[in-house]
């Protein structure tokens, strides 16, 4: 046993017992079962596959801090500013992985809509959660277990068949603090048949801290659901954040996402989508905008499990300074599978020589009537294009810039929501432009951060 | 307005232009005309800045100011437009924000205020009629998926918007249809005026039946052998350029 898997265990033993509903026999098991698993997995290592690149058991601390209960409310108003404007979202806060507001931890809206803590949901509705809460019965490495063993809180959002609900709800997790925190959320969302839900899921740090956040999502999508998720994550560089989110799609349904990373330290968007029924879409979009010494790694899975369904992914890159990324995108199309079409392609932009991207389109068909492309590259800005802005009287870094914003927003062109696509291409210009950082989404001025925040992508050098 | 005095020119040490002298004043349109690779484009090239060719001898001066010295982007500044042979086509890059961010730089460096937005796009609306640009095409990213016709059409609605004193057109008849060549000749037409200069490089008198020129240049072997009126033009389209080349290697051009 590792050393990381032996402090776990102990880890373990002294707070588990203060963890919510630990004496539910449901929880418990789960709890007990996710600490077997990841004993047996342990922490993923380089030698997997798809963690060849950068693998996490380099980068964690020897030691975590587990907030064991939630801190006493503040308004959130105090301390977080979203960059979002204008949009009419239900806003759920968790700072430190838990929800803020525990005096309403479970809102039930007229329409019949629920939404609020995990826990709170397991003991009002447990027929609601338990059906599909820790369903994934397959998992390559020990995240998914650790986060089972330790989750403390998460969202928990349930709508009913034939609704279409118009405002988006909106989660956003926030980290502050001089602690190395171990958060590890687990997020469960179920969409009933014909309805239709749109999910913005923030991920921003207040603080520079060195905490693991091990968050899961399970979705559910019942027969002809819709599901817009929007992943924004805009994180400290020191922080290390896992995202793994699980998608069950059943006939008809479609799952749309977008996983935007604009500034991370270590980030991993692990994303799986079992199409299990027929007529089922996904479409994955991702962008990322790292420079620094940022990590992100973007891990996509799709499962053709039933014939007729559609998968596309286009995730785009703009690489900058010494930053590493990482795509894998997988798709797997089982014999059953017929008349799939997936359609993958991610393209990347390396701003200097020193970036390291890798790229890896992997398509496994077991079906012989299906329609598959993929694409990859990694290129630089166009000279000749830059040359001919200039001849009209654009400066050069006017021409990168249209051109690098020209590249990013083809990614968030998909959004639905407009007012959250205006925001989305707002901020791009921002970011590309060194005037988005994760400092400036905090409303309270830094005390005792001596590291001056800057992001910028270096137009200078380009 | 431009002087071009003894201009050599190479790339990677092949010599292409090998003592070009030229004159314009405002108000004048010169037509350059040419077999292929007598260094027509690579001329059109360094007048616009493209830093792959050397300057060897030779210099370019316009409105009394050392063109040669100055930024690509400052060459558009003080009113030099090149309309290219081949467009680049920029995917992403809309034909309205492409415009509107050239013309804010280029008052910036005038000390001008920016355009609001409301009297940018009637400035838009208005520029486009010159070359019969339709909204859809003005809505699209610069040149992505154009024809040959479209790309050459949205030049010169960009030499409408930006209003240069000096405009070079290289072969903006090259992969025109009959109606299209029309609506682009008079676009250009629409734009001559007392007090700008225009210079038109084309391999056809064609063009000049629509755009008269005031004088013609042959541009043979990197050198302008032969100048003329736009009698030259139709001489040319008759007897084709064997002529040129005989008399020039018997040494009665220089």
Redesign the interface.
């Known amino acids: 046993m590792k050393p990381f898997t032996q402090y776990i265990h102990t880890l373990f033993e002294s707070v588990a017992p203060a963890l919510p509903e630990y004496h539910n026999p449901y929880i418990k098991a789960l709890r007990q079962s996710g600490l077997k698993r990841f004993s047996t997995l342990e922490l993923p290592h380089n030698r997997l596959e798809t963690w060849r690149h950068c693998a996490i058991d380099q980068c964690v601390q020897s030691s975590y801090t587990i907030q064991q209960t939630a801190k006493p409310y503040r308004p959130v108003e105090d301390y977080f500013h979203c960059k979002i404007n204008r949009i009419n979202s239900e806003m759920f806060t968790f700072l430190n992985g838990w929800y803020v507001n525990r005096n309403a931890p479970l809102t039930i809206f007229a329409n019949g809509m629920i939404a609020g803590t995990i826990f709170s949901a397991l003991q009002q509705f447990p027929d609601l959660v338990q059906p599909y809460l820790a369903q994934k019965k397959e998992e390559s490495d020990g995240l998914l277990a650790l986060n089972q063993a330790f989750f403390n809180d998460g969202i928990f959002i349930y709508v009913p068949d034939n609704l279409n609900i118009k405002n988006p709800i909106q989660m956003v997790s926030l980290v502050e603090g001089n602690e190395n925190l171990m958060i590890n959320n687990r997020n469960l969302i179920v969409v009933g048949q014909n309805s239709k839900l749109s999910i913005i899921h923030c991920d921003d740090s207040l603080s520079f801290t060195q905490s693991l956040l091990n968050n899961v999502t399970e979705i559910h999508l019942a027969e002809n659901a819709t599901l817009n998720y929007h992943k924004m994550e805009n994180k400290d560089p020191d922080s290390l954040l896992i995202n793994n989110v699980l998608v069950q799609q059943k006939r008809g349904s479609s799952f749309i996402s977008h996983a935007i990373t604009f500034n991370a330290g270590y980030v991993r968007n692990q994303i799986e989508v079992d199409l299990t029924e027929p007529l089922a879409t996904a479409r994955l979009y991702g962008l990322y905008l790292a420079d620094k010494k940022q990590y992100v790694d973007n891990q996509v899975k799709v499962n053709h499990l039933a014939p007729d369904c559609t998968s596309t992914q286009l995730y785009k890159g703009i690489v900058d300074d010494e930053a590493q990324t990482n795509f894998n995108g997988h798709v797997v199309v089982h014999p059953q599978a017929q008349h799939t079409m997936a359609y993958q392609s991610n393209r990347n932009i390396a701003l200097t020589d020193e970036v390291k991207i890798t790229t890896k389109p992997f398509l496994e068909i077991y079906a012989d009537d299906v329609k598959c492309s993929h694409g990859s590259t990694v290129g630089q800005l ?1 000279d ?2 830059l ?10 870094r ?1 021409a990168k810039m ?2 690098m ?3 990013a ?2 990614a968030v062109n998909h959004v639905e929501i407009a007012v959250l696509r205006e925001s989305l291409t707002i901020m791009i210009q921002r970011r590309l432009s060194g005037d988005l950082t994760m400092c400036n989404q905090c409303s309270t001025p830094c005390s005792g951060n001596n590291r001056p925040p800057s992001f910028d992508i270096d137009l200078s050098k380009i | 307005m431009l002087k071009i005095e003894d201009l050599h020119v190479s790339i990677k040490g092949k010599q292409i232009l090998k003592g070009i002298n030229l004159q314009i004043s405002r108000g004048e349109v010169h037509a350059i005309m040419g077999p292929n690779g007598s260094g027509k484009s690579t001329l059109a090239s360094v007048i ?3 830093d792959i060719f050397d300057v060897t001898q030779g210099k370019i001066t316009y409105k009394e100011k050392n063109l040669l010295a100055l ?3 400052d ?3 003080e009113g030099v ?2 309309g ?1 042979q081949y ?8 034909i309205s ?3 509107k ?3 804010d ?2 008052r910036q ?1 005038k000390g001008l205020e920016p355009l609001t937005g409301s009297q940018f796009l009637k400035l838009m609306e208005e520029k486009k009629k010159v070359v019969e640009l339709t909204a859809k095409l003005s809505n699209r ?1 610069v040149n992505e998926g154009f024809s040959g016709g479209e790309k050459k059409r949205n030049e010169i609605f ?1 030499m409408a918007m ?1 209003e240069p004193e000096l405009a070079v057109l290289d072969e903006t008849d090259s992969g025109l249809d009959i109606d299209a060549l029309r609506i682009v000749a008079s676009g250009v037409n629409q734009l001559k005026t007392k007090e700008n200069a225009i210079i038109v490089i084309t391999h056809y008198q064609r063009l000049l039946d629509y755009i008269v020129p005031d004088v013609v240049h042959v541009l043979f072997d990197g050198k302008i052998v032969k100048s003329g009126d736009k009698t030259l033009a139709v001489e040319l389209e008759k007897k084709g350029y064997d002529w040129i080349k005989t008399e020039y290697e018997s040494g009665k051009l220089n």
């Open positions: 166009d000749d294009a040359f001919y802005m200039r001849t009209r009287g654009l400066c050069e006017s249209l051109l914003y020209a590249f927003t083809e | 616009a800045g493209r930024s690509v982007e060459r558009a500044r437009f090149i290219f467009p680049v086509e920029i995917p992403g890059v809309n924000n492409f415009m961010t050239a013309l730089e280029i460096y990213s960009q930006l």
